[in-house]
């Protein structure tokens, strides 16, 4: 007898990957394994839930894996690093996390020896560029398989062909699409998919409960934020811990348009409140421990960083280059950052830093200068001037 051949199905327990799982097994006759990837937006309840959804559908390999570590240390951190906002607003809160799922479930599909793999994008998105791209280049070979995205399917076409292999359950489609992770929360819905509207109160995954001012004090060493208040904890905790604290006030909300990958506009919510919050503190910080043009060249690289990581090209060697240049930049970025927190919205009043450049004795800017004299900026204004001087006469006598 010929041995089936084997499936790996990435799983989200949803109405589409639920049918890819059937459709695999029923109509392709693969041995299907599901796996899903927890960067963050995963807690026990939830894993478990997950499982017993793969076992109702006749899945018997199933696993969670789990890369939230992995996450933060070979991407949230450069993310941080390079003050990473797509289009100066969204934090990559799902874009940056699709990668490291992706690569995920390939290492995981060589790991069992699996044919083929499988995702439930469609053909209309972002996620079925970045999952292919990086199946491509991580199992070269394995054939990648979208029912979804090949089928064209309607929600009540999946819906009958489940009920027809006796997967009965209510399907009720959600009004709003939301997915969590620990850089942030996004959320779309029937406003996203308008130019004008924005999003009500209850799409928002967080509820509004903190209405008082709260000063909180974040810790950075070398770019990291290691402290809160006062108490020390790994990059992860404190992201977690700050998101308990900051997201109840309601701040990091906002809505990001951008160009997708496959050329058409797209527009959704997030909620991000300390990814926002760290990248501001984190910039805040940079503005006084580092210099002119190393601020300048950050600026330049980790655009080009972001825009990669968000259309999926994470593996291209040229972001382990920019990772490099963006930690090298690190070493004086160590300090307190005072936040005060108020309803929908942040301030940042100020930072503490021994690489404080502005605590230097050369001078206070408009007070006084003690390193140099008048005469000096007579002298360096004079020289500065040369260049345009020369050009502004050379061109008037040929104009005139």
Not at 112 to 128: E, F, L, R, V
Not at 230 to 256: C, M, N, T, W
Request: charged share 25%.
């Amino acid at each position: 007898m010929t041995e089936k051949k084997k499936v790996l199905l990435a799983f989200s327990g949803g109405l589409d990957t639920s049918y890819c799982a059937i459709w695999l097994a029923k109509e392709k006759g693969y041995d299907v394994h599901t796996a899903a990837v927890n960067t963050g937006g995963f807690d026990a309840e939830e894993t478990e839930a997950l499982a017993e959804k793969a076992q109702k559908l006749g899945i018997q390999n199933h696993v969670m894996l789990n890369v939230e570590e992995e996450f933060y240390q070979k991407g949230i951190k450069y993310l941080v690093f390079g003050n990473v906002l797509k289009n100066h607003t969204y934090p990559l809160s799902v874009s940056a996390e699709r990668v490291f799922q992706a690569v995920a479930i390939a290492e995981y599909a060589k790991e069992i020896g699996a044919d083929a793999i499988a995702h439930g994008s469609t053909g209309a998105g972002n996620d079925q560029v970045r999952f292919d791209l990086v199946f491509n280049v991580m199992a070269p070979g394995v054939e990648i398989i979208t029912p979804i995205r090949d089928q064209k399917l309607s929600r009540e076409e999946e819906v009958e062909y489940l009920k027809e292999n006796g997967i009965d359950q209510e399907w009720a489609k959600a009004k709003y699409s939301i997915n969590q992770g620990l850089w942030g929360t996004s959320v779309g819905g029937a406003e996203t998919l308008t130019s004008h509207q924005g999003l009500p109160e209850d799409a928002w995954p967080t509820k509004v409960t903190a209405t008082d001012s709260k000063k909180v004090e974040l810790e950075f060493k070398q770019g990291e934020l290691i402290g809160i208040d006062g108490q020390q904890f790994s990059p992860v905790q404190a992201i977690k811990e700050l998101e308990k604290i900051a997201s109840p006030y309601g701040v990091g909300r906002d809505i990001h348009v951008g160009d997708t990958i496959i050329g058409i506009k797209g527009r959704v919510g997030f909620e991000a409140a300390a990814p926002m919050i760290i990248i501001k503190s984190h910039q805040l910080l940079e503005k006084h421990t580092l210099g002119k043009w190393q601020l300048h060249w950050k600026d330049q690289l980790a655009d080009w960083y972001g825009m990669l990581m968000h259309e999926g090209q994470y593996l291209d060697p040229v972001m382990r280059n920019i990772e490099t240049f963006l930690e090298d930049t690190q070493e004086t970025v160590s300090g307190k950052v005072f936040v005060k927190l108020e309803h929908k919205r942040f301030e940042l009043e100020g930072i503490e830093s021994d690489h404080d450049l502005m605590a230097s004795k050369f001078g206070q800017y408009g007070e006084m200068n003690n390193a140099w004299s008048g005469e000096d900026v007579k002298g360096f204004t004079k020289i500065l001037a040369n260049s345009m001087l020369i050009q502004k006469q050379t061109q008037n006598q040929t104009n005139d």
